[in-house]
């Protein structure tokens, strides 16, 4: 399971090395604009298949949190991959239309152009986040 930025101060052991992880992307499967949810946003720029495979999380290993980090879990062993390209503006939503297995991101479902391209960003996100009372 990969997770947004839920990981602060692991002092993974990396060994210093910088790894760039290349877009799987053939054609221009997403763009990015602005958010209703948040900022700026990834958006479907055709309609996407479920289960089809949207781009790899590109960027550089990392052993601390911060914004922009994917963490994968890989065992026992969590690798953060400090976002560059455009994925690493993916939004969060409880109900999301795409999930991230490793780098990779993947439809959930039917994906309308034009849409926001979402994912879960973990449950260690979602219990940090601050609560309103209404």
Avoid: C
């Amino acid at each position: 399971m990969a997770k947004i930025g839920s990981h602060a101060g692991l002092g993974l052991d990396l060994g210093g090395v910088a790894v760039i992880f290349l877009s799987a992307t053939m054609d221009k499967v997403f763009e990015l604009g602005r958010s209703p949810i948040h900022g700026l946003g990834v958006f479907a720029s055709r309609h996407v298949r479920r289960h089809e495979l949207l781009g790899t999380f590109e960027g550089t290993r990392t052993r601390r949190n911060g914004k922009y980090v994917l963490w994968i879990e890989e065992g026992d062993e969590l690798i953060g991959i400090r976002g560059s390209g455009t994925l690493r503006y993916l939004n969060h939503a409880d109900r999301p239309n795409a999930v991230m297995r490793g780098d990779r991101l993947y439809a959930l479902r039917n994906i309308p152009s034009g849409t926001e391209i979402t994912i879960h960003y973990g449950d260690d996100w979602v219990s940090a986040q601050p609560t309103y009372a209404e």
